[in-house]
Nanobody, 125 residues
Framework: QVQLAESGGGLVQAGGSLRLSCAASERTFSPYVMGWFRQAPGKEREFVAAITWVGGSTYYPDSAKGRFTISRDNAKLAVYLQMNSLKPDDTAVYYC??????????????????WGQGTQVTVSS
């Protein structure tokens, strides 16, 4: 089964930027959607961004629009999350995920079939 691995997390001051990366281990991997979720202590995992693998259509919740940008490199089997204007409320473990079904909701964590181990993002005030 395909493995996903995130990288690029770290400590940044409010207003700063980070770029997260996620790479798939299986060269035949061909998801319908790749997404990013995050989970802060004591909170449920929440949707951050998604992108369709073929068409490149992007989806964001209101909390991410205008600040976060998701992109992908199909040849490298990679997906990225550029995060700008970071806030302390963005502090969380960020996970990348792959969804194989085109009929499931892009916004729901239960729709995704493959998950990485997560990378910590900490935004100081």
């Amino acid at each position: 089964q395909v493995q996903l691995a995130e990288s690029g997390g770290g400590l940044v001051q409010a207003g700063g930027s980070l770029r997260l990366s996620c790479a798939a281990s299986e060269r035949t991997f061909s998801p319908y959607v790749m997404g990013w979720f995050r989970q802060a202590p004591g909170k449920e995992r929440e949707f951050v961004a998604a992108i369709t693998w073929v068409g490149g259509s992007t989806y964001y919740p209101d909390s991410a629009k205008g600040r976060f940008t998701i992109s992908r490199d199909n040849a490298k089997l990679a997906v990225y999350l550029q995060m700008n204007s970071l806030k302390p409320d963005d502090t969380a473990v960020y996970y990348c995920a792959g969804m194989m079904s085109r009929y499931a909701s892009k916004w729901s964590r239960t729709s995704y079939d493959f998950w990485g181990q997560g990378t910590q993002v900490t935004v100081s005030s």
